[in-house]
């Protein structure tokens, strides 16, 4: 960024003052929308068919996959060409990803003696992940082509209150909506989809700066290049990674309602949603007072909050200790998001946003799912709580040390 951290900070604009971002956002609203209802009635569907919870952690792995095989792509994509036409080719994509879904249980479900196993349903999978995969880098990208940069950090909190939203209400919808027909879902996400891509072709034409780079490896690595040698990008990607890796304790929560709390599978669910409650509250607060200055400092002190929180959770052993812990959790982490988000996609040039937004994509992904699977054998060695509590303060140091090795991120006054 050229222009300099000190002076009074510019007043925020409302990004929603914007036509561009109401329709962008309301495409993504829908877009994430869809594809939780479409997660919990695959998920549901798939293990009431074969009773093999193996087969529900290919459910996600098989979407993210995508995302580390074509990473070098993906971003190139989103950089070359006009990102709103690829978000809307994305989209489709997915809806007719869910109609292929629904006609193969439609298939199996008047077949059963033909058609005895689901590996179709991991192939159409796949290619969800697919678009996804190239969906990530173009509407991230997107924002920063539809707004000023003075209302960008605005933006980028309400972008977040769209994907909170879905994660929050998706999962809840899709299973009632499971619960009147098995394809019910699917025709409802088919149609939220098909609204997503409507709104997206209603967005305008987008200012863009187009790569005019010479198709090459060293093109593709550039996102990776840029990466590296700009510390205030590198510091908040490593940062939130790291975070996410030490301290995601979402994997265990079963454990802990069963085991720990008590409190059965009706507190289980009150345990998925405090983070994402905390999350949307705390939306709702930056969308209104945007972070104005001292904006490194911000992000660290919120990752410290993070990883205390996660501390306080491990060692609770009372339900009304557990759901406060975890909403503060979720609240942090959208600080932390929002600051991260906004830091990344204004400090990198046009020309390379969707190729470096691929690669902060590919790592915080797979920060969840390691994140998760180091959470799982740690906890299979130690227990549960040591596990959630290690990690809770492996994030604390993480904090420190990045506090050491990014100067110039922590010292970060200004988002615009």
């Known amino acids: 960024m050229s222009e300099p951290d000190s002076g009074p900070p510019a007043q925020?604009?409302?990004?929603?003052?914007?036509?561009?971002?109401?329709?962008?956002?309301?495409?993504?609203?829908?877009?994430?929308f869809a594809t939780q209802i479409i997660s919990v009635a695959v998920g549901w569907q798939i293990y009431d068919e074969t009773r093999d919870p193996f087969l529900l952690g290919l459910v996600g792995l098989v979407q993210f996959a995508p995302a580390i095989v074509f990473v070098l792509i993906t971003g190139t994509?989103?950089?070359?060409?006009?990102?709103?036409?690829v978000m809307t080719l994305c989209i489709g994509l997915e809806a007719l990803c869910v109609a292929a879904l629904a006609g193969f249980w439609i298939f199996h479900a008047a077949n059963p003696g033909q058609y005895g196993h689901v590996w179709p349903v991991f192939v159409i999978l796949t290619l969800f992940g697919v678009a996804r995969a190239f969906l990530t880098p173009?509407?991230?990208?997107?924002?920063?082509?539809?707004?000023?940069?003075?209302?960008?950090?605005?933006a980028v909190a309400w972008n977040s209150s769209a994907m909170q939203a879905s994660f929050t209400i998706g999962p809840a919808i899709g299973g009632l909506l499971y619960g009147i027909s098995s394809l019910v879902p699917y025709a409802v996400s088919f149609v939220l989809f098909g609204l997503a891509a409507l709104?997206?072709?209603?967005?305008?034409?987008?200012?863009?700066?187009?790569?005019?780079?010479?198709?090459?490896?060293?093109?593709?690595?550039?996102?990776?290049?840029?990466?590296?040698?700009?510390?205030?990008?590198?510091?908040?990607?490593?940062?939130?990674?790291?975070?996410?890796?030490?301290?995601?304790?979402?994997?265990?929560?079963p454990v802990?309602?069963?085991?720990?709390?008590?409190?059965?599978?009706?507190?289980?669910?009150?345990?998925?949603?405090?983070?994402?409650?905390?999350?949307?509250?705390?939306?709702?607060?930056?969308?209104?007072?945007?972070?104005?200055?001292?904006?490194?400092?911000?992000?660290?002190?919120?990752?410290?909050?993070y990883g205390l929180s996660i501390i306080v959770f491990g060692l609770s052993t009372t339900l009304w200790l557990s759901l406060p812990a975890l909403f503060v959790m979720g609240a942090a982490d959208m600080v932390s998001v929002n600051v991260r988000s906004t830091l990344i996609q204004l400090a990198t040039p046009d020309e390379l946003r969707g190729r470096v937004t691929a690669v902060n994509s590919v790592f915080i992904g797979a920060?969840?799912?390691?994140?998760?699977?180091?959470?799982?054998?740690?906890?299979?060695?130690?227990?549960?709580v040591p596990a959630v509590v290690i990690g809770g303060v492996g994030t604390l140091a993480i904090t420190a040390l990045w506090t050491k090795f990014f100067p110039e991120l922590y010292n970060k006054r200004r988002l615009t």
Do not use: C
Not at 139 to 145: D, H, R
Not at 287 to 304: E, L, Q, S, W, Y
């Open 138 to 154: 173009s509407v991230q990208s997107l924002a920063a082509n539809i707004v000023p940069r003075e209302a960008f950090a605005n």
């Open 199 to 253: 709104m997206t072709i209603l967005i305008p034409n987008t200012l863009q700066k187009t790569s005019s780079e010479p198709r090459s490896i060293e093109t593709m690595l550039a996102g990776f290049r840029y990466i590296r040698n700009n510390p205030v990008v590198l510091g908040a990607i490593s940062l939130d990674m790291f975070a996410v890796l030490l301290g995601g304790a979402t994997a265990l929560l």
């Open 367 to 384: 920060s969840n799912e390691v994140g998760e699977f180091r959470a799982g054998t740690t906890a299979a060695f130690i227990g549960a």
């Open 77 to 85: 994509v989103a950089d070359r060409y006009n990102r709103r036409v």
């Open 256 to 305: 802990f309602a069963r085991d720990v709390l008590e409190v059965g599978p009706w507190g289980l669910g009150f345990l998925r949603s405090a983070a994402g409650v905390g999350a949307l509250v705390m939306v709702a607060w930056l969308v209104r007072n945007p972070i104005r200055d001292h904006a490194g400092k911000v992000m660290f002190a919120t990752v410290a909050v």
């Open 12 to 32: 925020p604009i409302s990004a929603f003052a914007y036509r561009s971002f109401r329709l962008y956002w309301m495409a993504r609203f829908l877009n994430g």
